[in-house]
């Protein structure tokens, strides 16, 4: 086989020839790619040598004997780790380190991860330490072709203070996405063409000018909306300070999604920032904002979650969504920080494009306190060194600044700049509420009771902390009128059960809601009432967002209330704990911004250093002279949230039933699956079990589905044992 011949990929095409990509042009093309990925962040050399070395093993006549054997066309021939597939990532790896020497250990990882996964320095037979020890792998590859100019001097060396884990991470992502597209091209030429053409930033600017006139046109004249025209102006008006860290503190209901959207636009494009990334804490809502946007941008809207409904998804969509190359990428907290901590190469595909982006964090008072310090030094990082902007959106400012005390150290943020002129103003402008604390903070209000108050009052809302409370309570309320909210309904149950609250609300008529914590973001209800069973000082402050929050009354009323037995243990109780150190001091009011402060200081302080790095994450990434890194023992332990106990249900609600009867019909493919996400519920596998035992679930192989009809209410969602699912909080 003459050095002309050597293969990457083969494939037929529609007349059955066979179209050969070679091997040279493949490197040349990744290379090319990879290198104005990296030239974004000042590391274009880096990522353009590993691109030319990435394929290196491939001249071993034992990959190309592969290939030949297939004697099919093969999407996937080229992927190693398969039966029968060949090691072609190894010898690259290892010509970087001889010719380099340690540098050369940074484009190892990448090139020895670029099908697998970064792996880690030591991890057995498949540690780097070990894969640089096989020679013989390089020396088959230059034998048998591989040409020893495919490797050429040592890149330049990177700025000072930079995080050589997260700079790996985010080479492996141009590395990754320019492998991808360039296979992509040659492989399925049509998918490729139906990638990109959005629009710029600067044509979207107009779309949401339009937008934000016909709703100031059609809005009542009231003193909340002439806030919202405020804070909506003051965004506009501070778009034009340089890159950096910002705040956004307004109060539900303050018109703070608009505002912040306008502000990441028009900042975006000042300092010719690529794209905006709206990040939203819980799935339950992310519909909701991704709907709004799109009802003003059109496609240019792209969302990337678990939970999205494939009717609604174009083409476009799934393939932007892989490597988020659109202009406004709307997330979950899990996808952006999990994606940042990844180390697969799916996962890692899209970190390149966020690189010189605006980052809205909307809820920041969510991040989880324990991993709040890996969150932090990455979101330190991006600012610094990669022309992120982000931006701390949230009525309830956490308290993120450096501190330090005799158990622990957090660097925290520096630098944050905030955007309203006056949020403790604003704060007093915009109370819609009165918050009524109980009398004794060790008396429970027992269900019957709280029942009771509730079916006294035509519209009024309950925020419970668990699955189990907001059963025992709703089947306690008189029928009409009455719903429940809660993650035992499947996601297209909640959405239909929100649109028939807004209804209700909007005439007038008879409606009692009892729900978890997950209708305090982002769901727009209106009561004049509501109770909240004591949480963190934030949660608080969140269900009064969903009261009084047009305005329309003088105050409306929120009443805390201790609900029966104890909160379960984790973070719940210790928000509990942080609430009650600041509310037994009776403040005149309880959600003025300084209790805040308090609150979020008592709540991540008192888990000392350990409790801020669940796992030690930073530990497992810090930096060493040597480069040896545990990037997949990181991103193991780097879970916002813990589901390996969990298992999906796809239950019969709506369509469900019908996509159940598909599954038994032909068996799981992923695009059935993605149909399914809509009418799925997370339950416990411990009460999966007795459920699958007694017949009420089915396995169709490996996916769970609902069995009875007894075990799904149109009104409450799936029932498992009255025991099962009491930790869980929403």
Known sequence: MSKTEWLAHVRQDEQGAWVRHELMDHLNGVARLAGQFGDRFGSGPWAELAGRVHDLGKFREAFQTMIAAKSGYDPEAHIEGLPGRVDHSTAGA??????????????????????????????????????????????????????????????????????????????????????????????????????????????????????????????????????????????????????????????????????????????????????????????????????????????????????????????????????????????????????????????????????????????????????????????????????????????TQPALDGREGFDFKLKGLQGRREIMDSPDSLHERLKRTRVELPEDFKEPLEWPELAQQMNQSDQVLAVVNTRRQARELFELLEPEGAFHLSAQMCGQHRSDTIERIKARLQAGQTCRVVSTQLIECGVDLDFPLAFRALAGLDSIAQAAGRCNREGRLERGLVRVFVPPGTPPPGHLSQAVSAALGVLEDRPQDPLAPDNFRRFFERLYWSKGREGLDRGGVMALLAPSGKAEFSFRKAAVKFRMIDNKDQCSVVVTYGRGEGLIEELRGHGPSRDLFRRCQRYVVNIPEYAAKPMKDRGDLEDIQGVLVQNSSLIYDDQTGLRTDPEEGNAIQV
Not at 141 to 157: E, Q
Not at 228 to 242: F, H, I, N, T
Not at 302 to 329: C, K, V, Y
Request: overall charge negative.
């Open 94 to 395: 290892i010509l970087a380190v001889d010719r380099l020497g340690p540098p050369g250990r940074i484009i190892a990882y990448l090139v020895a991860g670029h099908h697998a996964g970064l792996p880690d320095w030591k991890g057995g037979l498949s540690g780097l330490d070990q894969r640089l020890s096989q020679k013989n792998l390089l020396e088959e590859a230059l034998n048998d072709g591989g040409s020893a100019g495919l490797c050429p001097a040592k890149p330049p060396p990177v700025s000072p203070g930079l995080d050589y884990a997260l700079w790996i991470r985010l080479l492996f992502s141009c590395l990754v996405d320019a492998d991808f597209l360039d296979t992509e091209a040659f492989m399925n030429p049509d998918q490729a063409a139906a990638r990109g053409g959005y629009p710029a930033l600067e044509e979207m600017r107009p779309l949401l000018q339009a937008h934000l006139e016909r709703l100031t046109a059609g809005a009542p004249k009231s003193e909340v909306n002439r806030i919202r025209k405020e804070v909506l102006d003051q965004c506009l008006a501070r778009a034009g300070d340089p890159p950096g860290l910002f705040s956004l503190t307004v109060p539900t209901g303050g018109g703070k999604t608009l505002s912040s959207l306008a502000f990441a636009l028009e900042h975006a494009i000042r300092y010719n920032l690529d794209r905006i990334i709206y990040v939203i804490p819980y799935t339950s809502i992310i519909e909701q904002t991704a709907d709004v946007f799109r009802g003003i941008f059109g496609p240019a809207v792209i969302e990337h979650h678990s939970s999205l409904e494939p009717d609604q998804e174009t083409r476009r969509n799934r393939l932007a969504a892989e490597n988020w190359d659109g202009p406004l990428i709307v997330t979950t907290a899990v996808q952006f920080f999990e994606s940042l901590f990844a180390y697969k190469s799916g996962r890692c595909r899209k970190l390149h494009n966020i690189v010189g982006s605006v980052v809205i964090l909307d809820e920041a008072q969510l991040l989880p306190p324990d991993l709040l310090s890996p969150i932090l030094h990455v979101l330190d990082q991006l600012r610094t060194h990669f022309r992120v902007s982000p931006v701390l959106c949230t009525a």
